[in-house]
């Protein structure tokens, strides 16, 4: 089944300190605006699966690479590289609980209605572009109507939401933790409803068996009198494609993936129990800075209990909870083997203040 979109640019022109809360601007129906200078040039082909190639692109930057620290240019420069490309697979919203949301029936072709079949998944793109020698960094969550058959010529798109991380003022995004593999978690502000707010926590995993295989899981979360709830949650099952071409080419058939919504959500005793592993960190306290690093940390230790987790389709789950000091967490994880996995967290203070972000590989602890 293939499901293709099309939308409105969506616009957020506040200036936002970091993460701290009551917000001290109020929030427009978001919309993000792309202005960095930028050209590409791709050769007229299609991209099928290959070796990973950097994206082919110029930059008009006045960053002076040569006072760069060596950090800078190990971290970001290989995580623009791989962050970087056409994207291309499905996404599903799922309730706080864990259960599938139909797409609107509106969207939906007549044929599926006759025959009774319900719909969960978009079929997506998400190009995405991160300049190697700067921090800036451009994606594109673009959804596509659903389609009978596999038609990826017909695709229609129904929304695009365009998001910039850039590390001043103007940058729409709260606080953003990347590692070179890739990953990365960016804080979004969504809306401000009455008493309390709306944050959207991304956490991009990449699989490190497979540098071309990543999920993105979105906790949308409710902030009231400085307590955080799970509000919702959505998914992104993505394959890289190809280099960065803007969304202008559809992976369709070729997608080594197919919709997920609807399949079996992870066994309970596949992630119960005590893990470890070595956290890559990323600490926000007084950091004037909105972009940071995550670096290797010390190994930690979780303890993870059914009641407290929300099971996800494709070994992946997530959870809010409280920890020391009334600090509460927000984390997901994906399991890549029996007893492996990856998680992401992000802790905030009892006053909804983002304390830190964590990255980690995990294994079962004997």
């Known amino acids: 089944m293939a499901i293709f979109l099309n939308t409105t640019l969506l616009s957020l022109q506040s200036t936002y300190p970091l993460l701290s809360f009551p917000f001290q601007t109020k929030l427009n129906?978001?919309?993000f605006n792309f202005s960095t200078n930028l050209h590409y040039n791709y050769p007229a082909t299609t991209y099928f699966k290959r070796d990973r190639a950097a994206p082919i692109f110029t930059?008009?930057?006045n960053v002076d690479v040569s006072t760069s620290t060596t950090s800078f240019v190990t971290g970001w420069t290989e995580f623009a590289k791989n962050a970087s490309g056409e994207w291309d697979g499905f996404g599903a919203d799922f309730t706080k609980g864990g259960r599938p949301i139909e797409l609107p029936e509106s969207v939906v072709p007549e044929a599926y209605r006759e025959w009774e079949v319900k719909v969960f998944d978009w079929q997506t793109q998400c190009p995405t572009l991160a300049q190697?020698?700067?921090?800036?960094?451009m994606y594109k969550n673009i959804k596509l109507l659903p389609t009978v058959g596999c038609e990826a010529d017909a695709a229609t798109r129904y929304s695009i939401d365009e998001r910039n991380v850039t590390n001043n003022e103007q940058s729409p995004v709260l606080a953003f933790a990347y590692q070179s593999s890739g990953c990365y978690?960016?804080?979004w502000p969504v809306s401000e409803q009455g008493e309390h707010k709306l944050l959207e926590l991304e956490h991009c995993l990449i699989d490190p068996r497979d540098k071309e295989s990543r999920v993105r899981i979105i906790q949308v979360i409710r902030?009231?009198?400085s307590e955080l709830e799970l509000q919702n949650i959505k998914v992104f099952v993505e394959q890289w494609y190809g280099p960065f071409r803007n969304g202008d080419q559809l992976g369709g058939c070729t997608i080594r993936d197919s919709?997920?919504?609807?399949t079996e959500p992870l066994k309970p005793s596949q992630v119960n129990g005590v893990w470890q592993g070595l956290n890559a960190v990323a600490t926000f306290d007084n950091s004037q800075n909105i972009i940071l690093q995550l670096k290797d940390d010390n190994v930690r230790q979780t303890v993870r209990e059914e009641r407290s987790l929300v099971l996800l389709p494709k070994q992946?789950?997530?959870s809010l909870g409280k920890g020391e000091n009334e600090e509460t967490f927000c984390e997901v994880g994906w399991?890549?083997?029996e007893g492996r996995t990856i998680t992401s967290k992000c802790i905030f203070s009892s006053h909804a203040e983002l304390k830190e972000i964590t990255i980690a590989s995990e294994g079962v602890a004997s």
Do not use: G
Not at 132 to 137: A, N, T
Not at 259 to 262: D, E, I, S, V, W
């Open 335 to 337: 399991v890549l083997d």
């Open 316 to 318: 992946l789950w997530c």
């Open 59 to 61: 930059v008009s930057s």
């Open 259 to 262: 919709a997920f919504a609807a």
């Open 132 to 137: 190697p020698h700067e921090f800036s960094l």
């Open 185 to 187: 978690v960016a804080v």
């Open 223 to 225: 902030i009231e009198d």
């Open 29 to 31: 129906n978001f919309t």
